[in-house]
């Protein structure tokens, strides 16, 4: 089984700085989602990157696919408070019939 | 509502009772995964259901869980003579058509278990 290790478990933060989260595996996927979960709350997809060195940019949230396709970043230009949540990066197996394999999550706290 | 449905939201059982947890998908789509989320973790993959078909039941975590979608719409998970380890949020998803990895998946809230 693929295994994605998040970075860092933990992060809290002053409102208007800015931080990145990594997630890394020694396996290649096919495709990285990034969600984000709210206590009680489903997860929610903010982005899907396929293509090695693929970068997209969702308003402050920047993502990156690694050329290689092991790892992934998620960048946030000048936090705010709303930004608070587990984020969650998902790596899909194969192109077909897409098992999730998911990290364990980074929790991020943005202090107002 | 347009989304994923889950009931009930909170289960609450005695060891060794049998539940069943319910997944309305949204309408149409083709593809329905359940995943287990411990405290403190990421969802981990149980079952995958491409319409009526289980295609894929690698991720359920021994013979006690099942789960089926007689009819390629709803979901049910069941898990016979439940354990405390068992005790976790249950959480579903779809998409659209087949599912390739790059298709996004649409969660519900999830169902909270807990097993006294």
């Known amino acids: 089984t693929q295994l994605l290790e998040q970075s860092p478990q933990f992060l809290s933060i002053q409102e208007g700085e800015n931080l990145t989260v990594y997630c890394n595996s020694s396996?290649?996927?096919?495709?990285l989602q990034w969600y984000r979960q709210e206590p009680g709350e489903g997860p929610v997809l903010l982005v899907t990157?396929?293509?090695?060195?693929e970068v997209k940019k969702l308003k402050r949230l920047t993502f990156q696919f690694g050329d290689a396709r092991k790892d992934s970043s998620l960048h946030i230009t000048a936090a705010q408070p709303g930004d608070t949540g587990l984020y969650l990066c998902?790596?899909?197996?194969?192109?077909?019939?897409?098992?999730?394999?998911f990290g364990a999550g980074t929790i991020l706290r943005v202090k107002s | 509502g347009a989304g994923v449905s889950q009931s009930p939201r909170y289960k609450v059982a005695k060891r060794g009772q049998d539940v069943a947890l319910r997944c309305d998908p949204i309408?149409?789509?083709?593809?329905l995964f359940w995943y287990q989320q411990a405290l403190g973790q990421g969802p981990e993959f149980l079952t995958y259901?491409?319409?009526?078909?289980?295609?894929?039941k690698s991720g359920l975590p021994s013979d006690r869980f099942f789960a089926e979608r007689p009819e390629g719409s709803v979901s049910t998970l069941k898990i016979q003579r439940t354990q405390q380890e068992d005790s976790a949020v249950y959480l579903c998803?779809?998409?659209?058509?087949?599912?390739?990895?790059?298709?996004?998946?649409?969660f519900g809230d999830g169902t909270r278990l807990s097993i006294l």
């Open positions: 998803a779809s998409s659209s058509l087949v599912a390739y990895s790059n298709q996004p998946q649409h």
């Open positions: 396996s290649v996927f096919s495709s």
């Open positions: 990157v396929v293509t090695g060195g």
């Open positions: 998902a790596g899909g197996e194969k192109e077909y019939g897409n098992k999730l394999v």
């Open positions: 309408s149409g789509h083709v593809s």
């Open positions: 259901f491409q319409n009526e078909a289980q295609l894929d």
